[in-house]
């Protein structure tokens, strides 16, 4: 590695369980999920700048390039906080569909503290980032450790558990974007049926995927599939092609299915493409990522 330049794996994640308990009084909500990270990754690459500045550019369409992009602000949260004079150039290649309930800005976030920790030699734990974290987003602290987790609070509370039984994940992301806060604002916390996350805590403790798949659920589901249609049809197109379990990831609109078997996983790929044009097949992470640099 050159000191003056690092490049960081930022992968996606899924809501195995996504529970909301009630709404606070600061506006978010008292969330409980159980979340893991997903083999689609964008790549953060960070060049240190002896100037005073913080620049970005991306290869994807839709993510913002300036003070929006939440890779930028935790770049300027770093050098706020700890008063950096040196600067950076950031440079995301995007492959995390944008506003598609994967945290895709939420990992690009995790990836720069990670990686400007280093080029700027700040010498701070994952424990510490993932604090900072919280003040860029509520997925923030989950992404700096990525691996497998329980998130409560508004979700940068994070319990670290065993990773799922290993399988296959199909993503598919039907051409609309999500807005996560008009989601939760549209919530009925009083009328929802709330998934059993120590039953799916204990399906993967114990490494049974016929658990984990009998145990998916999301409450999140109740807004967006009503005012999505498009979103229900993937979801029983997936069970009628045969997944072994099915959900939506975060607020949506990505829908995940789960498959023990590589000849199924393809099958359902191929019967899914003509039907949604953004289908991903890839696999669970699962483990914490030790190694995150590219
Ligand atoms: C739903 C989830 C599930 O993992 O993911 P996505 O679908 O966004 O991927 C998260 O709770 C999203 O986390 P994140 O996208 O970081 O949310 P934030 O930027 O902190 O908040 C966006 C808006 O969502 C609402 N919000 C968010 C988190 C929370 N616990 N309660 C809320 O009410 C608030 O209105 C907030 O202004
Ligand atoms: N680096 C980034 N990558 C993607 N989206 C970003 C980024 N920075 C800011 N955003 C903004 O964050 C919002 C949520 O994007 P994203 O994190 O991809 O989705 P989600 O919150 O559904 O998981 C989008 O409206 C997007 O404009």
Redesign the pocket.
């Known amino acids: 590695m050159n000191d003056n330049k690092i490049s960081i794996k930022a992968p996606a994640k899924i809501?195995l369980s996504?529970d909301v308990l009630g709404k606070r009084e600061d506006?978010?909500?008292e969330?409980k999920?159980i979340?893991t990270t997903v083999d689609l990754s964008d790549r953060v690459e960070l060049t240190l700048l002896e100037e005073d500045r913080i620049t970005i550019e991306s290869t994807g369409g839709f993510v913002p390039l300036d003070q929006r992009n939440l890779a930028y602000q935790a770049a300027l949260l770093l050098k706020k906080t700890f008063g950096v004079k040196k600067g950076v150039g950031i440079h995301i290649a995007k492959n995390i569909p944008v506003a598609a309930?994967?945290?895709g800005g939420?990992s690009d976030a995790a990836a720069a503290l990670k990686g400007l920790n280093e080029i700027w030699k700040l010498g701070l734990s994952l424990d510490e980032l993932a604090v900072l974290g919280a003040k860029i987003?509520?997925?923030?602290s989950f992404c700096v450790y990525g691996g497998t987790a329980i998130a409560s609070g508004?979700?940068e509370h994070i319990q670290h558990i065993k990773a799922p039984p290993p399988c296959w994940v199909l993503l598919a992301k039907p051409p609309i974007g999500v807005s996560?806060?008009e989601v939760?604002?549209r919530l009925d916390t009083k009328t929802i049926d709330h998934p059993d996350i120590d039953a799916m805590v204990h399906a993967i403790e114990t490494n049974n995927y016929e658990g984990v798949c009998g145990q998916l659920g999301n409450v999140?589901e109740t807004v967006t599939l009503p005012l999505y249609p498009e979103v229900k049809q993937i979801k029983d197109q997936m069970h009628r092609l045969g997944a072994d379990g099915v959900l939506m990831s975060?607020?949506g609109p990505t829908v995940f299915g789960l498959f023990q078997h590589e000849s199924r996983v393809n099958r359902v790929y191929n019967g899914l493409r003509g039907f949604c044009h953004e289908v991903y097949a890839v696999r669970l992470l699962g483990e914490g990522q030790e190694d995150f640099k590219y």
């Open positions: 809501n996504l506006g978010y909500h969330v999920m979340m309930g994967l945290a939420s987003g509520s997925d923030v508004r979700g996560t806060a939760y604002r999140l975060g607020s």
